[in-house]
């Protein structure tokens, strides 16, 4: 009998784990045009990031690239990282074949110099990580000083509810690993997530080097109530409990 292969570290993307590659056309469809995605998180992280026309940005976790399309639009010079080369392969289409795509694991050193991006952002990637603290002190290594980390991940609010209304006991102040089965595109793959509270987060950022600046809960974009009536029906204003957004300096 063959020897049992070794557990996979728990990086961002553990292949075993949060394989995208099998969901990747399927993924990227539903991301283009779903409500949190390209109504909410995607406009959010956009607007937090303001000006960055000539600035270098690492679009970490960058999937199929529409944030690092929205960024280039506004005159960024930006790199992309995956772990999934499926979901780069579908990056690749979007953007063309000069844009700077990598596969890169947020879990292992980063293939850049010190001080090389202006900014990073982190679009819901963090929260595959059960360990902020590496893949924070490589982010942190490759950010100029003064430099910007933008980060949107899960709400921990949001779990928690979830929980209670599925009549679990909550686990707030837990650092605890919750795995989801997605089909997309007719196929299915099962996500590892890592949910955690507040204060760990904040701890985690000031102890990786960052100034928090700014913390938000911001609104989704008006047209979309529009667009989605039957999900925003009854929503009397223009946010809800979805992702936790943060701008953090590099100290």
């Known amino acids: 009998m063959s020897a049992m292969p070794e557990k996979p570290p728990e990086t961002a993307f553990s292949p075993r784990l949060n394989d995208y590659d099998q969901i990747a056309e399927g993924y990227t469809a539903e991301n283009d045009t779903s ?18 026309a000539g600035r270098r940005v690492l679009d970490a976790g960058c999937g199929s690239g529409p944030l690092f399309a929205a960024l280039r639009d506004r005159g960024a010079i930006v790199t992309g ?5 499926g979901m780069l392969e579908q990056a690749r289409r979007r953007l063309g074949a000069d844009a700077d795509l990598r596969v890169a694991d947020l879990g292992a050193p980063l293939p850049f110099p010190d001080d090389a991006f202006d900014d990073v952002v982190a679009s819901l990637v963090l929260h595959y990580l059960k360990d902020w603290g590496p893949a924070l002190a490589e ?26 209304m599925a009549g679990e006991k909550p686990q ?65 204003g223009t946010r809800f409990l979805s992702f936790l957004f943060f701008v953090l300096e590099a100290a």
């Open 172 to 236: 707030y102040f837990e650092i605890r690993n919750r795995v989801e089965e997605w089909t997309m595109g007719g196929q299915t793959a099962r996500l590892s997530f890592w949910d955690r509270p507040l204060h760990a987060m904040t701890e985690a950022f000031t102890a990786a080097g960052f100034r928090i600046g700014v913390i938000s809960e911001p609104p989704f974009v008006p047209e979309a109530r529009e667009l989605f009536p039957e999900e925003l029906r009854g929503r009397t």
């Open 35 to 52: 409500l949190v995605n390209a109504y909410y998180e995607r406009p959010a992280m956009l607007d937090l990031a303001g000006d960055v």
């Open 81 to 85: 990282i995956d772990a999934s080369a």
């Open 139 to 164: 982010l942190r290594r490759v950010l100029r000083p003064g430099g910007r980390l933008l980060v949107s991940v899960d709400h921990p609010f949001v779990i928690t509810l979830t929980q209670c």
